[in-house]
């Protein structure tokens, strides 16, 4: 079963959202929204599928990273998020959440071997 099929987003905080998003599209023309941006680019086996990758910066006061206390969160792309988190559970991996579907894809979040946590994405296009 494939697992990660690549990076889907990452995800830091910060002391002033506006200010980072304003310096980063001055400084390196990154195309920022008040949710960071997305990059897209294109499928290496189907070039007709496009994917995306998010960059977003968070507040620094954010809960949304924890449990972790790490500034940052690492969002992976996978196939078949419903299997790998059965797979993962039983490799007693800790699995912090249900699987949560949107029109744009499936997520759930776990935590790695040091308490990272991770976001886990299956792409509604996949």
């Given at each position: 079963m494939k697992k990660v099929t690549g990076i889907g987003g990452i995800f830091f905080k910060c002391k002033d959202t506006n200010a980072v998003n304003e310096?980063?599209?001055?400084?390196?023309?990154?195309?920022?929204?008040?949710?960071g941006?997305?990059?897209?680019?294109?499928?290496?086996?189907n070039?007709?599928?496009?994917?995306?990758t998010q960059w977003s910066p968070f507040a620094?006061?954010?809960?949304?990273?924890?449990?972790?206390?790490?500034?940052?969160?690492?969002?992976?792309r996978v196939e078949?998020?419903?299997?790998?988190?059965?797979e993962l559970k039983k490799e007693q991996v800790t699995v912090l959440d249900e699987i949560a579907t949107y029109d744009y894809g499936k997520f759930v979040h776990i935590l790695?071997?040091?308490g990272n946590k991770i976001q886990l994405w299956e792409p509604a296009n996949e």
């Open positions: 310096w980063y599209k001055n400084h390196l023309g990154l195309d920022t929204t008040p949710y941006v997305s990059f897209e680019w294109l499928d290496k086996e070039s007709a599928v496009k994917g995306t620094e006061s954010t809960k949304y990273f924890e449990p972790s206390s790490k500034d940052f969160m690492i969002n992976y078949n998020l419903v299997a790998l988190v059965e790695d071997l040091e």
